[in-house]
């Protein structure tokens, strides 16, 4: 693997990245990556990755969602039209570990950037494609957004057939989080493979059917089996009643899970007898028949104390219960305070700003020690010289 004079310590140090990805798939699988400890070279346009321009920000450039996904980056600006600039990206794959794109493949053609270019300078390249689908299928040419992947993939159709209404996007860039997990899992399984055979490959992660299998593991329900032996869909996850509990002044969120657990909440709530004479809620086959009903019953009962009660009751009798947080109130959870979650970082342009640290905790490799967001093309110079070229051969690269 090739070993930046930048390594940063942690679980992949001495992993080169080229990330040739924008928006927010791409970014975050780097951004995992680079929590592990990967040296991550982030390979802009010009104009830069459209979400520098997505606000709120302090400066042009460097939008708040952008800085979310791109600290412990180099960002070198190239302009991959131009023969020079291919020439340097070329100059970039011969000492890397891996390229990750979210281009489409046709334009990576079109541009001389397709797999067997790369490999041909660097036999060991490991070259991952966020598509939007699979490109053996009629859909490959068709662009894939968060929302187009959420409709298409059943997941928007969920909340109608759960009782919400119309269906509805959730309000989470969800489709591109989960892509973006799934490319960073395929960049690790096929480094784990390059070890014993020293090759690279080229692999595809495509969104929409990363999705349908999201969906469809919890949702093909009786049609798991041909001839199907029932409906679609998991009722229990299914149910109007699966939401957050209202309570007397606010909301609690509580799962029932075990047996155990619905037979002591009943107790605590002071109904153990209509539990009992009730096999909608005591016998386990009946209730997972009847989640509509048993659902609607726990909603009832919350309903009728205030959540700071409920809240200390359940959690003294080892009920799974937790606060509804909205996203202000997350931000300051003891949970996350005390595990040091939030840092706050100084940035040379941008001031004082709130960043995460990697949720993953291992006990032996060191932590990696994170950089700033970098600004649009701040390490191009720095990062071509590393790959060998001259002063002359930049200046035709950044002219």
Not at 77 to 86: C, G, I, T, Y
Not at 160 to 183: N, Q
Not at 301 to 307: E, G, H, M, V, Y
């Amino acid at each position: 693997m090739a070993l930046s004079p930048r390594a940063r310590g942690g679980l992949l140090q001495g992993v080169r990245v080229l990330d040739l990805t924008s928006v927010v798939a791409g970014p975050w699988a780097t951004h995992v990556l680079a929590g592990f400890g990967a040296e991550i070279v982030k390979v802009e346009p010009p104009d830069g990755d459209v979400m520098r321009a997505a606000p709120p920000m302090r400066h042009r450039g460097m939008g708040a969602e952008f800085v979310q996904m791109n600290g412990s980056k180099r960002s070198v600006v190239l302009d991959l039209k131009r023969a020079p600039a291919r020439d340097a990206l070329l100059a970039l794959c011969a000492q890397a570990d891996v390229l990750l794109h979210n281009v489409r493949p046709a334009a990576m053609r079109r541009l001389g950037l397709d797999y067997d270019a790369v490999a041909r300078v660097n036999p060991a390249l490991v070259y991952v494609a966020i598509v939007g689908f699979d490109q053996a299928g009629p859909y490959a040419a068709r662009p894939a957004y968060d929302d187009l992947i959420q409709g298409a993939s059943g997941l928007a159709s969920l909340f109608a057939a759960a009782g919400g209404g119309e269906p509805r996007y959730v309000p989470s860039l969800i489709v591109d989080r989960i892509s973006g997990l799934c490319a960073a899992n395929a960049v690790l399984a096929a480094l784990v493979e390059r070890a014993s055979s020293g090759l690279g490959q080229a692999l595809e992660v495509p969104m929409f059917e990363t999705m349908a299998e999201l969906v469809l593991a919890d949702h093909l329900g009786g049609h798991s089996f041909e001839p199907a032996i029932g409906p679609f869909g998991y009722n229990r996850v299914l149910t109007p009643y699966r939401r957050p509990y209202r309570t007397s002044d606010g909301y609690v969120c509580v799962l029932l899970y075990t047996h155990a657990q619905w037979k002591r909440f009943f107790a605590i709530s002071g109904a153990a007898e209509a539990f009992a004479a009730d096999a909608r809620l005591s016998d386990d086959a009946v209730r997972r028949e009847s989640y509509d009903y048993a659902y609607r019953v726990v909603a009832q009962i919350l309903a009728t104390r205030p959540s700071a009660e409920w809240l200390a009751l359940l959690e003294a009798s080892d009920i799974p219960v937790l606060p509804l947080h909205s996203v202000a109130s997350l931000v300051h959870d003891p949970q996350l305070a005390a595990t040091g979650f939030f840092t706050l970082e100084e940035h040379p342009s941008e001031g004082t700003l709130r960043t995460m640290r990697t949720p993953t905790r291992w006990d032996r490799s060191p932590q990696t020690a994170s950089t700033p967001v970098p600004r649009l093309g701040e390490h191009t110079a720095e990062v071509l010289r590393e790959a060998g070229l001259d002063d002359e051969q930049i200046a035709a690269v950044t002219g």
